[in-house]
Nanobody, 125 residues
Framework: QVQLVESGGGLVQAGDSLRLSCAASGRTFENYAVGWFRQAPGKEREFVAGISWSGDGTEYADSVKERFNISRDNTKKTVYLQMNSLKAEDTAVYYC??????????????????WGQGTQVTVPS
């Protein structure tokens, strides 16, 4: 019903910045909250940041607070993740996901219905 495509990943040095994009298409509705998750080799998916439908509500994992910023443009059906001061421990495949929870931000990946294919972010140590 909803297709999500991430872009913007790459290899950057520690301290650099990247902006990831998550573009939605297909049958979308005006109530999707969106989360960014990441998964490193040998690790489970972890919540990174989430944003409510209106964009007024945001949540961040402690590990990325004050470094990452999530935003959205519903006209473009795109959610962004601005990542600053990147560290080696940020290396992972980053996924965006959507769920029709409106203004409620959900933290568990199991609660999300739609997922993108992921984009690799690599920060060498």
């Amino acid at each position: 019903q909803v297709q999500l495509v991430e872009s913007g990943g790459g290899l950057v040095q520690a301290g650099d910045s990247l902006r990831l994009s998550c573009a939605a298409s297909g049958r979308t509705f005006e109530n999707y909250a969106v989360g960014w998750f990441r998964q490193a080799p040998g690790k489970e998916r972890e919540f990174v940041a989430g944003i409510s439908w209106s964009g007024d509500g945001t949540e961040y994992a402690d590990s990325v607070k004050e470094r990452f910023n999530i935003s959205r443009d519903n006209t473009k059906k795109t959610v962004y993740l601005q990542m600053n001061s990147l560290k080696a421990e940020d290396t992972a495949v980053y996924y965006c996901a959507a769920v029709s929870s409106g203004e409620t931000i959900l933290l568990s990946p199991s609660l999300y219905n739609y997922w993108g294919q992921g984009t690799q972010v690599t920060v060498p140590s």
